[in-house]
């Protein structure tokens, strides 16, 4: 079955540190690829998302992530992260082979920037 | 428009009772989903509901748990006799159609099961 590995559980910077979070899917395929966060008290938020096209996806507030299918990776990166960019952050795919039904997350990453 | 809504937020119960949780998917999305979130760990996906087709529940951990859709709209989880290791946050997620697309997340209900 497809899993989600994120390599980080917990990261800490200091703001304009760059930031690079690892994630990798197991098996290849037709998939979708999401990086969700959750801000402290918040909800899960989508911060980007690859379908097809350019492998280069960006999203908001200056993320951005690149899916290298040759390496079952999509990897979020922001060049200087902020206090604000303090979350939790989630990296899932869903397959074409199972109808895009099911969203597989990783354990997640926790986050903490310091000024 | 609005989001996805659940509730109660939060809920504390005592272990063998029944819980219900409950599911506002975002209007018109006729996909809805059930996930646990148990700490320290990522989300667990439970039950998928698509307009009127059966539900896949390959998720459901044990038969205690069991969710319905009323009228393609709102979503009921249920989990009887409650277990301590039931306690975790229960999401809900919407979503416009089947197929590619993005999921949209509710708050979630914590759930303590003491």
């Known amino acids: 079955a497809q899993s989600v590995s994120q390599h980080n559980h917990h990261v800490i910077l200091s703001e304009a540190a760059s930031l690079e979070l690892g994630c990798n899917y197991s098996?290849?395929?037709?998939?979708?690829l999401f990086w969700y966060v959750q801000y402290p008290g918040q909800h899960l938020q989508l911060l980007l998302k690859y379908f097809s096209g350019d492998p280069l996806v960006k999203g908001i507030k200056g993320f951005e992530a690149e899916f290298i299918k040759s390496k079952f990776s999509f990897n979020l990166r922001k060049p200087s992260v902020q206090w604000s960019d303090t979350a939790e952050y989630f990296c899932?795919?869903?397959?074409?082979?199972?109808?895009?039904?099911?969203?597989?997350f990783g354990a997640g990453t926790r986050l903490a920037v310091h000024p | 428009g609005a989001g996805v809504s659940q509730s109660p937020s939060n809920k504390v119960t005592e272990k063998g009772k029944d819980v219900e949780l409950r599911c506002d998917p975002i209007?018109?999305?006729?996909?809805l989903y059930w996930y646990r979130q148990s700490l320290g760990q990522g989300l667990e996906f439970l039950i998928y509901f698509q307009g009127n087709s059966a539900p896949d529940k390959s998720g459901l951990p044990s038969d205690r748990f069991s969710a319905e859709r009323t009228g393609g709209s709102v979503s009921t989880l249920t989990i009887q006799r409650t277990q301590q290791e039931d306690s975790a946050v229960y999401l809900c997620?919407?979503?416009?159609?089947?197929?590619?697309?993005?999921?949209?997340f509710g708050p979630g209900t914590r759930l303590t099961v003491l």
């Open positions: 209007s018109g999305h006729t996909a």
């Open positions: 899932a795919v869903n397959e074409r082979k199972s109808g895009y039904n099911k969203l597989i």
């Open positions: 098996y290849g395929g037709t998939v979708n």
């Open positions: 997620a919407s979503r416009r159609s089947q197929g590619a697309d993005t999921q949209y």
